[in-house]
């Protein structure tokens, strides 16, 4: 029997006309009662690890938009705590820490991960009730989290951004020691899916947000390697549970090898990722890859870029997103606008 | 009759063993004698302006390294201050601009033109005749511009760094308008491009930094048409003008349409792009790809991956060169090691 939310049907290998929709960082600053709850709760993890909180941010813009799925509102941030690393959110920077260059001192006891995740599982708990109460029962709802590569250069530079140089150079200078920090995270990665996932996520995503720039061999040994030993390890606990990747920029042979060989049911493409090259290639299940650029812009330019993709997409197994996360000064009418062209 | 410069046979198709060998921004920070000059020179612009020092830094790698190319100092952001828009560099941070929303005031008189870059062109003349002195008759001289999108990101942000939102945005909503502003920057790249190679440029490169992360039919506009066109004018004045194009972090559907369709001699692959793939697709000279961080770390990982390029390039026409520029914090006896490597 095939499910009820489309999303999932997708997932599953169907193809729907018109294709279920949501955007990366749906639930944010472009909301007003975004920015309202986010004033009221204070600070970034204040928000985050509140369940009732991240519960109403998750179905904000369920409510406003009716989007196919629901993700989860948290942050990839939320391993490197639970291993003991503490990550700083301050107003207007990214998120820091304090800069490892071991493992030594990583928190590896999973009784401490679950007390440390447990309000994000309440979340999704809350979340799915929620939406079923509001009627959205048809709607997917996602859990996600960071991949360790991503997340590694995230604590070897002890900041966000585009900051892969010290993780890339760590990983040449001692393979032995990053592969360490790579397991570790992965350990905790895979945990955490397999908890949200029995929490009610109906689908996790796996963001390798600074997969781009890697030399092939890098990109093998630091995003498909751990990659696919998370796949097999959360479905070795959770038997058929759907992952979407997100190896955001990859090259398009770096695609090509990470969806043969991670198993993942769907990949999330960028922005520049032709469409009809991966229609053609990759053997699963498609998300993207509006730039969110043309969704600021609105007019003519955002019809014309939606039509594209659902032009290079129909009668494929795809779900409509942005090819990154939705900025914040994107006005909300582009969104509606988006909408109503994608569900005709 | 074949050139004495290795670099230009290979640009003219041939393969070398071992191939000619530069490193982008080879005349930089990472050099005690050009940080000495630099301090000398006071300013950006004193030392890029200035004959005596452009032609000075440029030779000082060669000096020191043998390499098989000297790439004149100079800044892309010649071209926006030949236009009239004065360009700021302000130590420890890039370059600052007024940003534009029009074409408005752009200087569009050639000989204003001329008269700005004058001091380019002796610094290139100077070069030629102090690489001859020095016993470097054999090492190609190149030249350089930046492309037109890449110079309209800076000009529509105002400011340097991976700033292509303000420039997409603006080719979102108003293409007519972006396109005067590319057409204008086309028509002075060709002007500079034409006026290198008449001064002793072998070739000239075409820095197209920020090519990434578009959609196809941005890449196609922004990227693809305003470079064949001014390869094309570039060659009705100058016949047998060799170019190097270089649209970085291009997908590699990208880097195949881009070659097709611009008719460069040869393209410089960033550190992502797969060699061996490169070598069946792109039916012209490669040049790249070296990751610059593992020339920074050195020792094993940085031998492997010189030996990995230079293994997947052999028989082939081929430049070794890195896929971005030299990071200041490069150690000098690692350029020693990477050379002793490709010259066996």
Redesign the interface.
Known sequence: MSSAKKLVRVLEGGAESPPPVWLMRQAGRYLPEYRALREKAGSFWGMALNPDFAAEVTIQPVRRFGFDAAILFSDILTVPEALGRKVIFTAGEGPSMTPVTDVAGFDSDPARWESYFEPVYAALRQTRAGLDREGFGDTALLGFAGAPWTLATYLAAGAGG?E??AA??WA??D?QGFARLLDILADCVVFHLVRQLRAGADAVQIFDSWA????????EQLVIAPTRKIVAAVRAEVPGARIIGFPR??????YEAYVRATGVDAVSL?????LD?AGETLACTLQG?L?P??L??G?M??DR?VG?ILEAMAGKPFIFNL?HGI?QETPIAHVEQLLKRVRG
């Open positions: 585009d892969q140089k890339r150079l040449y200078r393979p781009s720039g890697l030399p092939p061999p890098l990109f920029a990859a090259t398009l042979a770096g960028d922005t520049a990722a032709p090259w890859n730039d650029i043309a600021v812009a007019g330019a955002l870029a594209d090819g900025l």
